[in-house]
C-alpha cells in the first residue's frame, strides 16, 4: 500500500490560509488521495478527496501535483475550529469495499 | 437523523472478559468497517464486510470477532485473546462501490480495568 508522509505539526493565524502539505511517492494510478481530520476524541470527519484533478468543496480545495506523488490541502480561512489533526490517506480499493491507510497525521492549531 | 451510532462512549473492560462493541447505521451503505486508534496513532483497519453475513479480517484481527446479520449492524466483539485491548474503536461505512467515501461514527473508548 502507497504511504504517506505529513509534517507532524503546523501552526496557523486564525483567518489566514492552512496549506497542509503532504507527500505519496509511492502511490499507483488507481489510488485517490483522501483528507480527513479528527478533533480529540472524536470519529474522523471526511473533508475532500482526489485522484488526479485539483478539487474544491465548501470545507476546502485539493491541490495534486502532475506526478501525484504530492498534494496540499488549502483551507482557506482557517478558524479556530479547524484545530485538529490532518490525515492525508491514500485509499485502496479491496474488492467492493476500501482500505484507508492511516499515517499520524499533521497536528494543525490555529492561532487567535 | 441519518449517520453512524457507535455505543457506549465509553466501556470498561475487566481481565479475561469478553465485550461487545456496537455499531449501526442508517445510511443503506453496504460496507461497514471497524478501525482501532492508540495514542499518538493513526487508525488501524480491524475487520471489514461489503455486504451481510460476509467479513474479511483486515491488518490486525487477531483477538477480535465481528458479525453482519443485518446490513445495518456491525458488532465487534474484543475477546480475552486480545492482549492490549485499551484503545479508541471506530467504526465506518461507505456505499461499497469504488469510489464512494467512508463516513465515521463517533467512536468507543474501551479501557481495561
Known amino acids: 500500500d502507497a504511504k504517506t508522509t505529513q509534517p507532524t505539526s503546523m501552526d496557523c493565524a486564525e483567518g489566514r490560509a492552512a496549506n497542509l502539505p503532504c507527500n505519496h511517492s509511492t502511490i499507483s494510478g488507481n489510488e485517490y488521495v483522501y483528507w480527513y481530520r479528527q478533533i480529540h476524541s472524536q470519529g474522523p470527519q471526511y473533508i475532500i478527496h482526489?485522484?488526479?484533478n485539483n478539487e474544491t468543496n465548501e470545507m476546502a480545495s485539493l491541490i495534486i501535483t502532475e506526478d501525484r506523488k504530492s498534494s496540499t490541502l488549502i483551507l482557506p480561512h482557517a478558524t479556530l475550529r479547524d484545530t485538529a489533526v490532518y490525515y492525508c490517506?491514500?485509499?485502496?480499493?479491496?474488492?467492493?469495499?476500501?482500505?484507508?491507510?492511516f499515517g499520524q497525521g499533521t497536528r494543525l492549531t490555529i492561532n487567535p | 437523523d441519518g449517520g453512524i451510532t457507535q455505543s457506549p462512549k465509553y466501556l470498561f473492560r475487566k481481565e479475561g472478559q469478553n465485550v461487545t462493541l456496537s455499531c449501526e447505521q442508517n445510511?443503506?451503505?453496504?460496507?461497514m468497517y471497524w478501525y482501532r486508534q492508540d495514542p499518538g496513532q493513526g487508525l488501524r483497519l480491524i475487520y471489514y464486510?461489503?455486504?451481510?453475513?460476509?467479513?474479511q479480517k483486515g491488518d490486525i484481527a487477531e483477538g477480535y470477532s465481528v458479525s453482519r446479520e443485518k446490513k445495518e449492524s456491525f458488532p465487534l466483539t474484543v475477546t480475552s485473546a486480545q492482549k492490549n485491548p485499551t484503545a479508541f474503536y471506530l467504526c465506518?461505512?461507505?456505499?461499497?462501490?469504488?469510489?464512494?467515501?467512508?463516513?465515521f461514527g463517533p467512536g468507543t473508548r474501551l479501557l481495561v480495568l
Open positions: 465506518a461505512s461507505s456505499l461499497g462501490t469504488p469510489g464512494e467515501t467512508q463516513y
Open positions: 464486510s461489503q455486504i451481510v453475513n460476509d467479513f
Open positions: 482526489g485522484l488526479k
Open positions: 445510511l443503506n451503505h453496504d460496507a
Open positions: 490517506i491514500v485509499r485502496v480499493a479491496i474488492g467492493g469495499a476500501q482500505k484507508l491507510v
